[in-house]
């Protein structure tokens, strides 16, 4: 009876031990409502743009970050963060010329009022030049970000940016 009840106990203790690993891992996602997962970015609009064929075009690409999160900015105070960025695969019939960010806020951590970090939060949008050639496409754009609250973050995760490009 005494081997059955340490087993008892052996296994509780693990059960303890493995609920505590999980809950120190950050979730790829947020709670914006009770039940309801919200990912940390949410890629807005525009789901369309036409362009003029073999020109470089300005396409402006809304995100929104997760009540309670931020992100680092594209251009992050210090070299070990991981910056925000938006990148097009090639072959797709339509390319990155170039990327503007926008200017990151200002962020401290509760924890440690002397550091100061570069974020977004909220709503944030990213100016893609891009370039098509003519016909339509579907770009498969990525942004690569790592979100995180005032106490931990998540890992680094890249979301798909869907675009028809139509190059006339």
């Not at 470089?56 to 992100?71: D, N, Q, W, Y």
């Not at 900015?73 to 960010?101: C, M, N, Q, W």
């Not at 951590?109 to 339509?136: H, N």
Request: charge should be neutral.
């Amino acid at each position: 009876m005494k081997g059955i009840w340490r087993l008892t106990r052996v296994a509780a203790l693990v059960a303890v031990a493995a609920g505590v690993a999980a809950a120190a891992q950050a979730p790829l996602w947020h709670e914006s409502k009770p039940g309801v997962k919200t990912e940390a970015v949410t890629y807005l609009y525009p789901e369309q743009v036409t362009l003029t064929a073999g020109r470089p075009a300005s396409v402006e690409l809304h995100f929104r970050v997760a009540k309670g999160l931020h992100i680092n900015s594209h251009a992050p105070k210090d070299k070990y963060l991981i910056p925000t960025t938006f990148s097009v695969p090639e072959g797709g019939g339509v390319r990155l010329d170039e990327a503007r960010y926008p200017a990151g806020g200002e962020f401290t951590l509760p924890a440690d009022p002397t550091t100061r970090l570069s974020v977004y939060t909220g709503e944030f949008t990213i100016e893609a030049r891009l370039i098509a050639s003519a016909g339509d496409h579907l770009v498969q754009g990525r942004l690569h970000y790592q979100a995180c609250d005032e106490t931990q973050c998540m890992p680094p995760k890249t979301i798909a940016v869907a675009i028809d490009v139509v190059g006339k």
